[in-house]
């Protein structure tokens, strides 16, 4: 039986106002080369951390044994399903890389690494451009909510909560930058860089340079973060299978994590568009007085 699904999640969820933050923030980036590299140097850095989380509540949940116990099991060491929770959490962190694929961080890097060249950016630019401090206290407030405590079933499932939020507003993420880039500044800009790029090499192997993005999802398409989220409500399932309390209160955990993944990303969107647009400003300024 299914206790929860998508709409018990996004029920309470504002999609414009959400996906207005992302998309103002895009297509500020997307009017000049060095904002552009600004922003997803700002999105490969958060994305990177967050991939690595996955792996960490996987662990924390795995190790909390006797924590979920199958109720139709008598025998207390055949009834311990905790690995089977971390399993459908850990099938996300499994597409960030395996032996046979490129990590998704490797992707991203290739995707940064086209956005320098395409502003024309050397490395010593490129040096230059560091985490800034609210992004690094945004990296410490997505470390803190994603990898949950190992033994603390309300710790577990907000993890998994903010675990769950972070695939489906990925997949709205990713869809947008593919939208704004090769949509809506079509044949321009990037999107003209972008159709003359040569495939980036990758452990031997040839990748085009916007194959992190449509991996996660593509306008008017999807990608792997569908999979992802279906994976966490599977496991929110399992949980709800697996706990003596009422199915409210595990809905109640995995909301507060739901909800507080959704505001780590707004501010995030949020810092990037401010970043970007006095980026723009400093250099219109500078413009001005050349002439």
């Given at each position: 039986m299914l206790y929860f699904s998508t709409d018990l999640f996004e029920q309470n969820l504002d999609f414009a106002t959400l996906d207005s933050?992302?998309?103002?923030?895009?297509?500020?980036?997307?009017?000049?080369?060095?904002?552009?590299?600004?922003?997803?140097?700002?999105?490969?850095y958060f994305n990177g951390y967050a991939s690595a989380m996955i792996s960490r509540l996987a662990n924390s949940i795995g190790l909390s044994r006797y924590l979920f116990l199958q109720p139709d099991t008598a025998v207390l060491e055949e009834s311990d399903r905790g690995m089977e929770i971390a399993a459908k959490i850990?099938?996300?962190?499994?597409?960030?890389?395996?032996?046979?694929?490129?990590?998704?961080?490797?992707?991203?890097?290739?995707?940064?690494?086209?956005?320098?060249?395409?502003?024309?950016?050397?490395?010593?630019?490129?040096?230059?451009?560091?985490a800034p401090i609210w992004l690094e206290q945004l990296v410490q407030s997505l470390i803190a909510g994603y990898q949950g405590t190992s033994g603390s079933i309300e710790s577990l499932v907000r993890g998994m909560g903010f675990h769950l939020a972070s695939e489906i507003l990925g997949d709205r993420e990713y869809a947008l930058i593919d939208q704004v880039i090769r949509y809506e500044f079509a044949g321009t800009r990037f999107d003209r860089y972008l159709q003359q790029a040569a495939s980036g090499n990758i452990d031997g192997h040839k990748f085009h340079p916007w194959c992190w993005i449509v991996i996660h999802s593509r306008y008017q398409g999807a990608g792997v973060e569908v999979e992802h989220s279906n994976y966490a409500l599977a496991a929110l399932n399992l949980v709800a299978q697996c706990r003596p309390e009422p199915k409210q209160q595990i809905a109640e955990w995995a909301l507060q994590g739901f909800d507080e993944f959704v505001s780590l990303q707004q501010r995030l969107f949020q810092e990037i568009h401010r970043e970007c647009f006095e980026l723009r400003q400093c250099y219109e300024a500078k413009a001005t007085v050349s002439i």
């Open positions: 933050a992302v998309h103002i923030s895009i297509k500020e980036a997307a009017q000049s080369p060095n904002a552009l590299y600004l922003f997803f140097h700002r999105y490969t850990l099938t996300a962190a499994a597409d960030e890389g395996t032996y046979e694929n490129p990590s998704h961080r490797a992707l991203a890097q290739l995707t940064l690494k086209t956005v320098g060249d395409y502003a024309n950016l050397s490395a010593a630019q490129r040096n230059q451009i560091a």
